[in-house]
């Protein structure tokens, strides 16, 4: 039999129709597939207009959450975390011990770190240094129902460490400082390459952290490798500023509930070093001038 490769950017209906219905058939004949069954969560107004959801499915003991959105005007009210609440909840009623799902570096990482997922794999290569994230989160049991007899009642688990990194990256592509606080740890030390003496404190931190942010906070920034272990990272960063490239290293040192213990810079050449410190100086005197 001959046969013909065809690239399309969108093929035609009838021949999507075809080669889904043949996936579908196969895993029909290999898995129960008809035990899949949609979860939603629908978030609505007393006038009845949706404001937010959550959308997945439940199969094999597992939930897959597919979509997560809430309306701009309601966002930071806490209406994600009821949604994911309900969503958690009625997994877990369907018996389900494990979610996972899928989040890019510029959406909500940072969001279901908090929430105890952790991260189980990393995808980067895409442009702009996005990077997009596999997270899953263990289930206890349901309200009103009982461990088994012979393990142990669950504890709500506590964030792994791999959540920071998670959690540093959404807050770096969203250039938003306000996160800095969940993710400091109240002893923090943090090392400047323009200033000699260990900032330690969350106070210093955050207000060193918040300034870098905005300083090398331009669409030219990057990471352009990490190297991670149980409790650290280093991470090796590129941007451009004023026409000068700037190369550096973010060293960072976590403790058991993946909140930053140490957070180090290293930066060179010489010249973007001085750059640096002229910026972070006046960036951090005109913030101390409105305090």
């Known amino acids: 039999m001959d046969t013909t490769l065809s690239v399309h950017e969108a093929a035609a209906a009838a021949d999507l129709a075809r080669i889904d219905d043949g996936l579908e058939a196969h895993n029909r004949r290999e898995a129960a597939l008809a035990d899949v069954r949609g979860l939603d969560v629908v978030a609505r107004t007393s006038a009845g207009v949706v404001i937010g959801g959550a959308i997945g499915r439940t199969w094999g003991g597992c939930c897959e959450l597919l979509q997560l959105w809430v309306d701009a005007p309601v966002r930071g009210r806490g209406l994600g975390d009821r949604l994911m609440a309900a969503f958690e909840a009625e997994a877990a009623g369907r018996g389900c011990s494990l979610v996972y799902l899928s989040t890019f570096s510029f959406q909500a990482p940072g969001f279901y770190a908090k929430r105890g997922y952790a991260v189980v794999l990393e995808t980067a290569g895409f442009t702009g240094g996005v990077v997009k994230f596999m997270m899953q989160k263990t289930l206890g049991p349901a309200p009103g129902r009982r461990a088994p007899a012979e393990e142990a009642p669950m504890s709500p688990p506590a964030p792994p460490p791999i959540a920071t990194l998670a959690a540093w990256h959404a807050l770096v592509q969203a250039r938003d400082y306000r996160g800095l606080d969940a993710l400091l740890a109240d002893e923090v030390v943090f ?13 210093l931190t955050r207000q060193y952290l918040a300034a870098a942010l905005q300083v090398f906070g331009n669409p030219s920034f990057r990471y352009l490798r990490e190297l991670a272990g149980p409790r650290d990272a280093v991470l090796e960063f590129q941007v451009e500023i004023d026409g000068i490239t700037v190369n550096g290293v973010d060293m960072l040192r976590w403790d058991d509930g ?3 213990t140490e957070f180090k810079v290293m930066v060179r050449p010489l010249k973007a070093i001085q750059l640096i410190q002229q910026r972070m100086a006046a960036l951090l005197q005109t913030r101390a001038q409105q305090q």
């Open 191 to 203: 090392h400047s390459p323009v200033v000699h003496s260990p900032q330690a404190g969350k106070a």
């Open 258 to 260: 993946g909140r930053i």
